[in-house]
């Protein structure tokens, strides 16, 4: 685990708040799945789709800040991206990625509610949303407010979008850590005064929280 260098020997001892990515911190995401599933349903003329957490096509981009409906996502990956199938087949290709929350997570989450103020800030979109929503309900109830990309019409890394949940929060940027598994939103965050933590592997959460909440105790399951 580290959090960079200009960080490494932080202790967070004075943070009053913790905003937290969802996919790769809280949610076990898999990228390579939906490579699998949109090669499976490409035509053979088009060039292999190429979707990682740092480059994807701008369909996915215009879906995530709620500048395409559903329905405009799903004829982009076709028109676009060559894909057959329906509405429905796209859909389920595209939820391919998204494998569940990280055992214990709840009770980790839980445990730092207890101490402080809590934001989760997600790229994301409809159709990951209303995949993930019932299984995440208790794990979502543990935060103040919920900040989805396709809602704000904005993603990371974009400054914007951090100063928007400073603002709404009314949090002192100096006082609030942001967790998040990838370097860009790492960097912006920094740079917008933020306290910062790259999780780089989601086992490391554990201690993270054994280091914000030492005396707290897990909730029971």
């Keep these: 685990m580290t959090n960079g260098s200009t960080q490494h020997h932080d202790t967070f001892s004075d943070v009053k708040n913790v905003i937290f990515d969802l996919g790769g911190v809280l949610y076990n995401v898999d990228y390579a799945l939906v490579e699998q599933e949109f090669s499976a349903l490409q035509k053979r003329s088009k060039a292999p789709i190429s979707y990682t957490r740092q480059t994807q096509p701008a369909i996915f981009t215009q879906y995530e800040i709620g500048a395409a409906s559903t329905e405009e996502f799903c004829e982009g990956l076709r028109k676009e991206l060559g894909l057959h199938g329906s509405d429905e087949e796209l859909s389920v290709a595209w939820n391919a990625m998204l494998l569940g929350v990280y055992p214990g997570r709840n009770?980790?989450?839980?445990?730092?509610?207890?101490?402080?103020?809590?934001?989760?800030?997600?790229?994301?979109?409809?159709?990951?949303?209303?995949?993930?929503?019932?299984?995440?309900?208790?794990?979502?109830?543990?935060?103040?407010?919920?900040?989805?990309s396709y809602e704000m019409g904005l993603r990371k890394p974009d400054a914007t979008i951090f100063q928007r949940v400073l603002d709404t929060m009314q949090y002192v940027p100096s006082e609030t850590l942001f967790i998040d598994d990838s370097h860009q939103h790492i960097e912006t965050a920094r740079a917008c005064g933020l306290r910062t933590l790259w999780l780089q592997h989601p086992d490391s959460l554990e201690l993270v929280v054994d280091m914000l909440a030492p005396n707290s105790t897990e909730k029971a399951s």
């Excluded at 445990?111 to 208790?138: D, F, G, M, W």
């Design 107 to 148: 009770g980790l989450v839980w445990r730092l509610k207890q101490r402080y103020s809590l934001a989760l800030l997600s790229n994301t979109n409809a159709l990951h949303i209303e995949h993930v929503k019932p299984e995440c309900q208790e794990l979502f109830s543990f935060f103040d407010t919920l900040f989805f």
